[in-house]
């Protein structure tokens, strides 16, 4: 009886003291380098948004936050290496739509769990253009859409991978316009964009940022923006909704997320600092740079905005017939 007893002591001053060294260690950290894992290629959008958030972040804490980037299956390689990672605070993801929402719906079997992440903030959005070479015969989107009613499953429209918010912004147009165009998936942007220069596709849901210079330069036209707002980067372009399809907004955001598990405190910390980089006026010049929208908010807020999202993406999803192995 007397070994029991002492046993189930060692055993509850043990947890003790690894409850004290956790609370210890959220309280120190980071006291080594972060890295903060990009599920796409360098260079895109969500990586030159991480950059800065890691940029911005290291000067915060005087530690080093590593981008690493693991591109490949609509993000799902990125995000299943931070979701196995430890809960530690010193693996993060840089989520968005494909590896939050989408995948769920458009994956049978899933390598990682979207709901196995602590949410941390959202970083920014980064509104999208739609669009078209000059070479076609219209040069709106009313236009456009009467043209793919007249000839349905002529027109096509790139993405830059199935599930992708590219892919997710043309299945909302097809279902409210209700016309036929045909979607053709790419690897990346960096495939997409070439694609549609070249006259293999018709249409193309781009980030402003990589966009807009080749509408400036007229390679090719802009027909409406994805959001439910214009952009300051491009006022004099509307947006789909504001031409006839009210309730159209779709548009790639960043947020930031980390392991489940991953300590309150370290949580907190994070989003506290998010946060305020994001209300400094450098760092808001920086980050216009890479043509994003800064965003921020509580933990909570991050956590509303993806339960919003999951059942709208479900019937984009089922509305597409699209499912991947």
């Not at 260690?25 to 958030?53: C, E, M, Y």
């Not at 793919?148 to 993405?159: D, R, V």
């Not at 509303?304 to 597409?320: D, F």
Request: with cysteine; proline share 7%.
């Amino acid at each position: 009886m007397r070994f029991t007893v002492i046993r189930a002591c060692l055993a509850i001053a043990a947890l003790t003291a690894s409850s004290l060294s956790l609370a210890q260690n959220a309280h120190n950290w980071p006291t080594q380098p972060v890295r903060i894992v990009v599920p796409f290629q360098a260079g895109s959008a969500t990586d030159l948004i991480s950059r800065q958030i890691g940029f911005g972040l290291s000067k915060e804490y005087g530690q080093t936050f590593i981008v690493e980037n693991r591109p490949g299956a609509a993000a799902m390689i990125g995000s299943e290496a931070v979701a196995r990672a430890p809960g530690d605070g010193y693996s993060l993801l840089m989520s968005g739509p494909a590896s939050m929402v989408t995948n769920r719906f458009l994956y049978k079997k899933l390598s990682y769990d979207p709901d196995a992440f602590e949410k941390v903030a959202v970083v920014a959005i980064t509104p999208n253009i739609l669009l078209s070479s000059p070479s076609l015969p219209f040069k709106t989107l009313p236009e456009m859409v009467a043209y793919a009613k007249a000839n349905p499953g002529k027109l096509t429209y790139a993405s830059f991978g199935a599930g992708t918010t590219s892919h997710m912004a043309g299945e909302m147009l097809k279902a409210l316009a209700g016309i036929d165009i045909v979607h053709v998936p790419y690897k990346g942007a960096s495939e997409a964009i070439p694609a549609l220069l070249s006259g293999q596709v018709s249409m193309y849901f781009d980030t402003i940022m990589t966009g807009l210079p080749h509408v400036k330069s007229g390679k090719l036209r802009a027909l409406g923006m994805s959001n439910s707002k214009r952009s300051a980067m491009a006022p004099d372009i509307p947006t789909i909704a504001e031409q006839g399809y009210p309730g159209f907004d779709i548009a790639p955001w960043y947020g930031i997320v980390a392991p489940k598990g991953t300590p309150p405190e370290i949580v907190s910390k994070l989003n506290v600092s998010i946060n305020k980089l994001l209300k400094e006026t450098s760092f808001r010049e920086r980050l216009a740079t890479t043509g994003a929208e800064p965003r921020g908010g509580s933990v909570a807020e991050f956590n509303a905005m993806v339960s919003a999202e999951i059942p709208r993406t479900e019937k984009l999803v089922k509305q597409s017939g699209l499912s991947m192995q």
